[in-house]
């Protein structure tokens, strides 16, 4: 190779050696990734090497410009036969290196222009070397050494250069290795050319220190196999934490390839510059993530670095689940204008929000009563006779209704304003009072209260209405409670008429009854006590008797209808019915026997690929064999077990060039690996979706084997998600769920099961469209002893696998329903590991105790009930991704119902192994379409029952006074009112942890 210019160059009875006087910049630069074990440029004082014979090689030592040495060997014996001059360096140690490269600079006279040169002139020299654990010192023996190569000079000079004294110096690189020895020799034989060895530099390449991602990787030696990587894990920097193992592989060049993984800033440091800073006092960073630390929010403050959370000023709060990037806030100021209204039975109380609410939303108000008399300095708490509709704690709106007061009283109302951080406030809390006297006349009495007949298990009660009701009757209250257990407890229940059937009770014990009546002035008093008896065993066969009859005759009669309609059906539809079910059937057979890659007409069947004799014939039925010179490898950005994973443009006749992935197989490859590689290729040309990867085509005909998949921009979803943490709306969330389920509805229609679904084989394109990927092919090397748990029939993902498949090896649609939970609440959670540090054998043991992942942060109610439905033990009870796609679309066209998250209707468990459930209603609509009432939905709404925490306070008498006449309905809604109240009050429990 043409170098830099020798200058200077003196003959001498025929001989020549170079007096260099300096070399241009650049001639003998040394890369970052060089390791120099020798270089004669550099060395001070004489080399001392050990020439054979002594009048061989002949060592000239000149000094350039700058005072510098130059050690220069020549040779020019070309006017006597049969040379063989060597040249033997001293010994140099190798280092941690395996291959070394050997770097010569020379200058050669070409034989023609030497006058009167013998016949055995040569323009070439040998290059050889010997491995060598230490020094031989002046031991020499020729045949030891191991040829290296024949080294030739691509320019030579002539006696007319001479004159010019300009000349071309060679430069010539050669490889040595492996060298497994501490050490060796480079020896350098002539043979009868006349020569001159300006400089030899030895060196070996190494991959130097590098920050990559916030990770530091240290030197590395490559191997000397040039196709393997190293694979090299990075520590992180100072200050900063994993989040993916970060990894660098070392090519054999010494250059760093395909980084994966990343380190991230610990909580209250930023990235600046590659390196990790502590926050400003002043500022915060909450989270650890390679974002910038943040200003305090308002009315909070730090003096100090590397803060996680900001400080609240005096005065001012931040509650227990309120998220640090929330400005610190304070109690409200009290209620204003409280206003009265009453009238014959209740009380209306409403009033105006705190003109400070403390910055704060969460506000909620609190009514406490006194009754006081004459003396208003002397007051008593009402006790339990009053009654607050919704309720006197917790109130959402500013207004509340008083029932059940007393007449002629005094009553002191207190209305309280409180939000999320009253509770840690020591100062008193403002409230707004108000005193409202009650003047109501007296009302009529219950006069006898009859037993018209009873029970093992219930009472009817019959009376007379008052004389003077004082207005019209709105319905009666009864009172009632065992005669032995009178001072410890009593029931109620209404009745609209004079009359009432108590059920519930203890055969043959005796009850207390009181009875009172409401108008529209109010309630009366109590009635005197009756005492009645239910009854024994027997008194119920009678009345068990007639039912008996009722509904035997009932079922007679409904089976006669039925045997009739039957026969008419059959009569009147036998011959059309036949016709079309034989129709049916020969057309389905000969579906069937026209194209057995069809399992229904119209749907295309998998067909695995290993039920071919021959695997090429898959390849090549369901993939196109591409021209290798239509595609353009432009960057590695992957490696697998199989090969390197590249980027670059296909060219479509007709068409302009499109991105495309690039799989290749590495030389060196058995018939077995090379199969295994092809077998995603025949697997993914079956399929035609919008949302799986789209395979272009193979390249199997020349080397290397290839296969060629659409480019997905953003890489997989689980390192895009993590990378876009936070950044996007639940609606674009669902629309990627939507999605996937719709790939996978695809594959289960073709009864392909992909066994490996999970956010990591989720593919990302730049418009956020997800595809199912990864149907065979190994993925990129990971070390992770937790990433897959290996049983009998090879490696399962557990954290990602169904309970059926991990000990039974049962994959099915089903079990990627379970995966596609586990996606879903990798996305939900923005990318987050399922199970977190948890071992697989713990995931295992927690999931067969009936353990499920909590909902992440934020997450809608109905989309985590839709992951504990894919989560269910039983596989059959879980949804089929066409329920899934259906359900997600029904979210996506009602946006308002992803409003509801976990947090607000989650209903908690009572013992850890049990699953949390979610009610299927959030508000008195949806309850009752939930039991099928919904023909009631007016009958609540007019009488004032509109929100779920009043209706679960109605009794039988209400659900009566508002018009629910059968029995039937009347019982069908009072059982619901206990699973009502039971999700109300899991929902109002506080601190209770998942």
């Avoid at 770097?103 to 023609?112: A, P, Q, S, V």
């Avoid at 300009?166 to 040595?176: A, G, H």
């Avoid at 089976?559 to 016709?579: A, E």
């Amino acid at each position: 190779m043409g170098g830099c210019e020798a200058r200077g160059l003196l003959w001498k009875f025929g001989l020549f050696f170079p007096l260099l006087t300096g070399c241009p910049a650049g001639c003998s630069q040394v890369s970052s990734n060089q390791v120099v074990l020798l270089d004669t440029t550099a060395a001070i004082g004489e080399l001392g090497w050990k020439t054979y014979p002594l009048n061989g090689w002949d060592a000239i030592t000149e000094m350039d410009e700058h005072n510098r040495p130059i050690h220069t060997y020549q040779v020019c014996n070309v006017m006597e036969p049969n040379q063989n001059n060597w040249l033997r360096t001293n010994w140099i140690s190798r280092d941690a290196a395996q291959k070394i490269y050997v770097e010569m600079k020379f200058t050669l006279r070409d034989c023609n222009s030497i006058p009167w040169v013998l016949g055995t002139c040569k323009e070439t020299f040998n290059l050889y070397y010997m491995e060598s654990d230490e020094s031989h010192g002046v031991k020499f023996k020729p045949n030891q050494y191991t040829k290296i190569d024949t080294v030739a000079a691509d320019e030579s000079f002539t006696q007319m250069d001479l004159g010019d004294r300009i000349l071309k110096l060679n430069t010539e690189v050669r490889e040595v290795g492996p060298i497994n020895r501490k050490g060796f020799y480079l020896a350098f034989q002539d043979i009868g050319a006349c020569i001159a060895l300006v400089s030899v530099r030895v060196y070996y390449k190494k991959c130097p220190f590098t920050v990559r991602n916030l990770a530091m990787f240290p030197d590395t030696i490559p191997r000397v196999d040039s196709s393997s990587l190293v694979e090299v894990r990075g520590s992180c920097v100072k200050s900063a934490e994993e989040r993916d193992t970060p990894k660098l592989y070392c090519g054999a060049d010494g250059d760093w390839l395909v980084p994966l993984g990343r380190c991230i800033c610990s909580v209250g440091y930023e990235e600046v510059d590659g390196s990790c800073h502590a926050c400003r006092p002043g500022f915060y960073k909450a989270f650890a993530g390679n974002i910038k630390c943040s200003k305090c929010p308002p009315h909070s403050l730090t003096y100090v670095e590397a803060t996680s959370v900001c400080q609240c000023e005096k005065g001012y709060f931040r509650a227990e689940k309120d998220p640090p990037t929330m400005a610190c806030t304070r109690p409200p100021s009290a209620p204003r204008n409280v206003i009265s209204n009453i009238n014959e039975t209740a009380l209306m109380l409403e009033w105006s929000p705190p003109s400070d609410t403390g910055g704060r939303k969460d506000l909620t108000y609190s009514v406490s009563c006194k009754k006081c008399g004459s003396d208003t300095s002397q007051c008593e708490i009402c006790g339990g006779g009053i009654r607050f509709i919704p309720r006197h704690t917790g109130l959402i709106n500013s207004s509340v209704t008083v029932l059940d007061f007393v007449s002629h009283v005094n009553y002191t109302f207190e209305i309280e304003a409180m939000n999320g951080v009253s509770e840690l406030s020591f100062s008193p809390k403002p409230f707004t009072a108000i005193t409202v006297t009650t003047d109501q006349d007296a009302l009529s009495l219950i006069g006898m209260v009859r037993k018209d007949w009873a029970s093992q298990n219930s009472i009817a009660l019959s009376w007379q209405e008052p004389d003077f009701p004082n207005g019209a009757i709105l319905d009666y209250e009864i009172k009632y409670y065992e005669k032995e257990h009178e001072q410890l407890s009593y029931s109620s229940t209404r009745s609209k008429a004079p009359s009432v059937i108590i059920t519930g009770l203890k055969p043959a014990t005796k009850y207390i009854f009181h009875i009172r009546v409401r108008t529209a002035a109010g309630y009366s008093g109590y009635s005197q006590k009756f005492e009645f008896e239910t009854g024994d065993e027997t008194s119920d066969i009678a009345a068990e008797q007639g039912q008996i009859l009722v509904i035997a005759t009932a079922a007679v009669g409904g089976f006669t209808l039925l045997v009739i309609l039957t026969l008419f059906f059959l009569i009147t539809g036998r011959c059309q019915w036949y016709i079309k079910a034989k129709m049916k059937s020969e057309e389905k057979r000969r579906a069937h026997l026209q194209n057995g890659h069809l399992r229904f007409p119209g749907i295309k069947t998998y067909i695995d690929p290993d039920t071919y004799e021959d695997p090429a014939l898959a390849v090549h039925e369901f993939a196109k064999e591409i021209d290798p010179s239509r595609i353009r490898i432009e960057r590695v950005i992957g490696a697998g077990e199989f090969g390197e994973v590249c980027s670059g443009r296909l060219k479509t006749p007709g068409k302009r060039e499109i991105p495309v992935a690039i799989k290749t197989l590495k030389s060196g490859y058995v018939d077995r690996q090379r199969r295994d590689f092809l077998r995603e290729a025949s697997i993914m040309g079956q399929f035609d979706h919008p949302n799986i990867i789209r395979l272009e085509g193979v390249v199997t005909k020349s080397r290397p084997v290839m296969i060629v998949v659409e480019y997905m921009e953003n890489g997989s979803l689980d390192s895009f998600l993590r990378k876009h943490d936070g950044h996007f709306t639940v609606i674009q969330l669902v629309g990627m769920l939507r999605g996937i389920a719709s790939g996978m509805k695809y594959l289960s229609d073709m009864g392909y099961v992909h066994r490996d679904l999970a956010a990591r084989n989720i593919l990302v394109n730049s418009n956020l469209m997800c595809k199912v990927s990864d149907f065979g092919l190994s993925r990129v090397l990971e070390d992770d002893p937790e990433a897959a748990y290996t049983t009998s029939g090879g490696k399962i993902p557990i954290r990602w696998t169904a309970p059926e498949a991990i000990a039974y090896r049962k994959f099915s649609s089903a079990s990627d329903a379970w995966s596609y939970g586990i996606v879903m609440w990798e996305v939900m959670s923005y990318g987050e590991r399922p199970y977190w540090e948890m071992s697989n054998q713990d995931v295992i043991l927690s999931i067969e105790e009936g353990y499920r992942l909590p909902a992440p942060m934020g997450c809608p109610a109905s989309l985590h009930q839709l992951m504990l439905h894919c989560w269910q033990k039983e596989r059959n009870h879980r949804p089929k991704f066409t329920d899934i796609v259906s359900f997600l679309d029904k979210l996506i066209r009602n946006p308002s119902s992803l409003h509801t998250l976990v947090e607000d209707v989650l209903v908690m468990p009572d013992s850890p192994g049990e699953v949390p459930e979610y009610p299927l209603f959030v508000s008195v609509i949806d309850w009752l379409d939930s039991i099928k009432m919904g023909q009631y939905k007016n009958n609540f709404m007019a009488a004032g029952f509109t929100t779920l925490e009043v209706v679960s306070r109605m009794s039988i008498d209400d659900i009566r006074r508002i018009g629910v006449v059968l029995i039937g309905h009347q019982r069908r809604i009072v059982s619901s009112l206990q699973t009502l109240r039971l999700h109300m009050m899991h929902i109002q429990e506080k601190g209770f942890n998942v």
